[in-house]
């Protein structure tokens, strides 16, 4: 019930700057889920040629492998689970889990573990990671792994969202303790994330807009407006980096769309300038040495930033009486 507050407040925010804000790229629906039980997909990945996600809290401990068609082809379980929320590649066949959901912050640790994906249904039992948070417990939705397998965590926070590291090497015996990557500006309501093929990019997104940042560098590349859903919650990026874009619901739709072209330009890998074929002369001569020059980018400010002096007063206020009403919730 919190993420559906919580996505009202931040609808309202979108719609406090929509009048100024780029209009959301082109979508088309790839597929509808079919799955009866697929009711609350809260994260997506796409490998293998098949789309995996999982339901929001309240579900048993499970991942459905879809087609293309939207019929479920195999189910991976694994018994009970708190607050599954992510889902990210681990690759050879396998998916990372993120029990990392906590609208109430109380949870002393979250819970990160491996399965096996794909055709047919399986029952695992996997090794589980315990995380914690420094600073205390924090409420999370996105599930990031680097090109390296490195995990990252993007909490899920009106003030104050962060981007947190797993060590390089998980332990099973002991609680791992996430460190929070310094200068980043984190989306508040981030619902999920992806790399992108290229590994030096990935994407954030929210309940109406995705930002995309660079890796390593953790810098804002831009931010653009995402199709109307009614609760978006999971992104993943394909092989020719479209996106796909996944919402809670029975029988929700998988979309899909491009990038709009000021991000793809940005994210382009540089052009390499072919060099000339030097002249062979008669005496050895010292090599030039030739520094190449480039330039940064400014970093693109997100719209809903420019639209908070208008509207976003009114988005803040509501989102701190929802906090204000989740502390005096039982």
């Known amino acids: 019930m919190l993420d559906r507050l919580l996505g009202a407040a931040a609808a309202l925010g979108f719609l406090a700057g929509a009048a100024s804000a780029p209009a959301a790229a082109p979508s088309a629906v790839v597929f509808s889920f079919q799955d009866q039980a697929i009711v609350e997909s ?22 459905f492998a879809v087609d293309r068609s939207g019929r479920t082809v195999g189910v991976t379980s694994w018994g009970d689970a708190t607050d599954v929320e992510a889902v990210a590649p681990a690759g050879d066949g396998r998916v990372w889990i993120g029990d990392i959901g906590d609208n109430t912050g109380t949870r002393s640790s979250v819970q990160v573990f491996e399965v096996p994906v794909g055709r047919g249904d399986r029952t695992v039992t996997p090794t589980t990671y315990d995380l914690t948070y420094p600073g205390g417990p924090r409420d999370a939705e996105t599930l990031l792994v680097a090109p390296s ?13 962060g981007l947190y590291v797993a060590p390089r090497q998980l332990s099973a015996d002991h609680p791992n303790r996430l460190r929070r990557v310094p200068d980043v500006a984190a989306f508040a309501f981030a619902t999920d994330g992806a790399f992108f093929p290229d590994g030096r990019h990935y994407v954030v997104r929210g309940y109406g807009t995705a930002t995309v940042y ?7 590349v831009g931010t653009f407006d995402l199709p109307a859903q009614r609760q978006g919650e999971g992104i993943t990026v394909g092989p020719d980096d479209t ?10 739709k998988v979309l899909s769309m491009t990038l709009p072209r000021r991000i793809q330009r940005a994210i382009a890998p540089p052009a390499s300038t072919p060099s000339a074929t030097p002249t062979p002369t008669p005496t050895p001569e010292p090599a030039e040495s030739s520094s190449a020059s480039s330039s940064s980018a400014g970093v693109a400010v997100p719209w809903w930033a420019v639209a908070a002096g208008a509207g976003g007063v009114a988005f803040v206020a509501l989102a701190g009486w929802l906090l204000l009403r989740r502390g005096s919730t039982p």
């Open 42 to 63: 809260s994260g997506l990945v796409l490998q293998d040629g098949l789309f995996l996600t999982i339901n929001d809290s309240g579900d048993t401990g499970r991942v």
């Open 149 to 161: 397998g490195r995990l990252y965590v993007v909490s899920k926070q009106i003030f104050g969202a």
């Open 214 to 220: 660079t890796y390593p560098g953790h810098e804002v």
């Open 243 to 252: 996106l796909y874009l996944s919402s809670e619901g029975l029988h929700s």
